[in-house]
């Protein structure tokens, strides 16, 4: 694993600094040099300076580096933190970064030192064998994704919630801002699609899923510092739909260009629109975040199905999605005009099966 922090200014190559026997060697004049240029406090720099001695202590999330690893043979990442670097354009998010060729969980990481790292840390790995999901499910992620965490810090409650959206309309603006509309040419209708949201935080193309956003909260000392999780398909092999073959079948691509699929250019432009995202939403409140988010989505004038039980009775209402009400929750409307809020059970993996309706107006 390596750990790294972004380069003075944003110039020059990034110092690397590789982590052996579970601690950082960290150069921390180049710390104090850039944090300090940034309006970093002498306890926040301290803090950077004690990292190697609160984090990898007996710590197992991250696997070890083996010295295959060390001298940049098979086992190293795949991830070049100097190209990260040179294209990040965000202010904080992103100036310290962790990258592993292999971990249980990005998600964990950071939500286990979301209070000793600084606030905007990321990190990064090739494979996770305990990717973290929706309800708690694992699975393994293999080689080829996009697979990151990294750490926010909000005052308000009900911003939690928002999280995932903000987290959602990063990954979907970056995508269409980079392939655009691609037209499938192994349908038979050579449809044309689009990269969108499904309620509330997954990322697909057409029919199919190629990513998800998860957000996992600490509350402490009058502040949320919440863990967003961001996992993509972009060259993932086997039977998951991954942007890779989704260009090889576009008819409007020759071939896949090997600069569109860099994880380090991506994940700069993700980093640096959620900032942007998380400023709006500070400033301007949900409604403003909430117009981005509707334009990205799959679901407006969606008809949908609501079972509910009555004694021995099972009630079929059905009911149009019109957007979302101010807390982030499904909007909808049935045939007499009446709107509800949809919630879900809880207990589906598919938050659209078994919706919970609550009248609002």
Request: charged share 25%; aromatic share 10%.
């Amino acid at each position: 694993m390596y750990a790294c922090n972004a380069p003075k200014l944003r110039k020059g190559v990034c110092k690397l600094q590789k982590v052996r026997q579970k601690k950082i060697k960290m150069c921390t004049k180049d710390y104090q040099e850039y944090f300090e240029a940034h309006g970093r406090s002498s306890e926040e720099i301290e803090q950077l300076r004690s990292l190697d001695s609160k984090i990898f202590k007996e710590e197992n999330v991250l696997v070890k580096i083996s010295k295959e690893e060390e001298h940049g043979g098979n086992n190293s990442p795949s991830f070049n933190v100097d190209s990260f670097y040179r294209n990040l354009r965000s202010e904080t998010t992103g100036n310290f970064l962790f990258v592993t060729k292999q971990c249980k969980s990005t998600q964990d990481f950071i939500t286990k030192f979301i209070e000793q790292i600084p606030i905007g840390s990321v990190c990064v790995a090739d494979i996770q064998s305990h990717g973290r999901g929706r309800g708690g499910n694992n699975w393994v992620a293999s080689s080829g994704g996009l697979l990151f965490s990294f750490s926010v810090s909000i005052c308000d409650r009900k911003n939690l919630i928002l999280l995932q959206y903000l987290g959602s309309i990063a990954v979907v603006e970056t995508l269409r801002e980079v392939y655009g509309t691609i037209q499938d040419k192994s349908e038979s209708d050579s449809s044309e699609h689009k990269f969108d949201i499904k309620w509330p935080n997954d990322i697909y193309f057409g029919d199919s899923k190629i990513g998800g956003v998860l957000c996992n909260s600490k509350y402490k000392n009058g502040r949320f510092d919440v863990s967003v999780g961001i996992g993509l398909n972009l060259m993932n092999e086997g039977r998951y739909q991954s942007i890779q073959n989704i260009l090889k079948n576009s008819a409007k691509t020759r071939g896949v260009n090997a600069e569109e699929m860099r994880k380090e250019v991506l994940l700069g432009k993700i980093l640096e629109k959620f900032e942007v995202l998380i400023q709006i939403l500070d400033s301007r409140g949900f409604e403003a975040i909430k117009i981005v988010y509707l334009t990205y989505w799959k679901h407006s004038g969606q008809k949908i199905s609501i079972l509910e039980t009555e004694g021995n009775a099972i009630n079929r209402f059905e009911l149009v999605i019109e957007g979302l009400t101010d807390n982030g929750y499904l909007l909808a409307i049935d045939n007499n005009r009446q709107y509800y809020e949809l919630h879900p059970d809880c207990n589906s993996l598919d938050l659209f099966e078994g919706l919970i309706r609550k009248k609002v107006y």
